[in-house]
């Protein structure tokens, strides 16, 4: 990969001497599937032998506990001031909601967001990674910008549905990157398509091949399209990722292919 582009100064900017490359998994709005699939490629990354942290900077909704079954667990203290990342199916992960009440609601404003996001990279000991992979806050704001800018990013993944909505979104985030010269490793297709579990036939509720299309246009690689399943849901919900819970299956197969284009 090439090297991450120089950013401009910023008071805001963080250093993170040990790890090796930093990418990003945003959305332009929320919903759309982003921490599934960033805890889902962080966990394909890892089985391809690399060392890999996973940092849920998505404040407003942080799922990263639910995700990984770690709800109203607290990360260790080091020295009382850093924090030790909580160590899951061979990933490190840490997340706002390992510091909040997650069911409190959370009124964050622009400069608030961009400080919790850089404490948390800042104040973590992710000790060496090969790849730290961030499952951004959605939408393509202020805040979005801030991070991007904080850290060398080596590239971002732009998560979206199909539908047309969902990809006018999609189009800011790529937008946005670009500006900040953060090349885009690629789009994903969400909730792609769905195949009934009792008759067998395919339905493209959302429409289907938006998000290709999109991609094309854009001039960007496609990385995969992930079908709408229950079986993503449910291993989301119980705490083990689908990567982790049927790793011979189907889903899996595609976060692993993912996973080796980005
Ligand atoms: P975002 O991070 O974009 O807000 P989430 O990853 O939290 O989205 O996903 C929103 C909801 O949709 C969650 O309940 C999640 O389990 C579900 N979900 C995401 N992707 C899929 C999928 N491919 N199939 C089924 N459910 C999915």
Aim: charged content about 20%.
């Amino acid at each position: 990969r090439p090297a991450a582009a120089p950013r401009p100064e910023s008071k805001n900017r963080v250093d993170l001497p040990g790890v090796r490359h930093i990418v990003a998994v945003a959305s332009g709005k929320g919903g759309v599937g982003k921490s599934t699939t960033a805890a889902n490629l962080a966990l394909a990354l890892a089985g391809l032998g690399l060392r890999i942290g996973l940092l849920d900077a998505d404040i407003y909704g942080p799922s990263v506990p639910k995700l990984f079954g770690l709800g109203g667990r607290r990360p260790e203290l080091r020295d009382g001031r850093i924090i030790v990342p909580i160590e899951v199916f061979g990933i490190r992960v840490m997340s706002i909601g390992f510091l909040v009440d997650e069911e409190a609601p959370m009124i964050w404003r622009g400069p608030m967001v961009m400080s919790a996001v850089t404490q948390l990279l800042r104040d973590v000991d992710w000790g060496e990674l090969d790849i730290l992979v961030v499952d951004m806050p959605p939408g393509t704001g202020d805040a979005q910008l801030t991070l991007a800018q904080a850290v060398p990013l080596a590239g971002a993944v732009v998560v979206s549905t199909p539908q047309d909505l969902a990809l006018i979104d999609a189009r800011r985030g790529v937008a946005m990157f670009e500006k900040v010269d953060v090349p885009i490793l690629g789009i994903v297709e969400n909730m792609s398509y769905f195949v009934c579990p009792n008759c067998g036939s395919r339905h493209d509720i959302f429409a289907h091949g938006g998000a290709r299309d999109e991609a094309a246009r854009l001039g960007v690689p496609f990385l995969g399209e992930i079908p709408l399943t229950m079986a993503i849901r449910e291993g989301s919900d119980g705490g083990r990722p689908i990567v982790i819970d049927a790793p011979d299956g189907p889903h899996a197969v595609v976060y692993r292919e993912i996973a080796t284009l980005v």
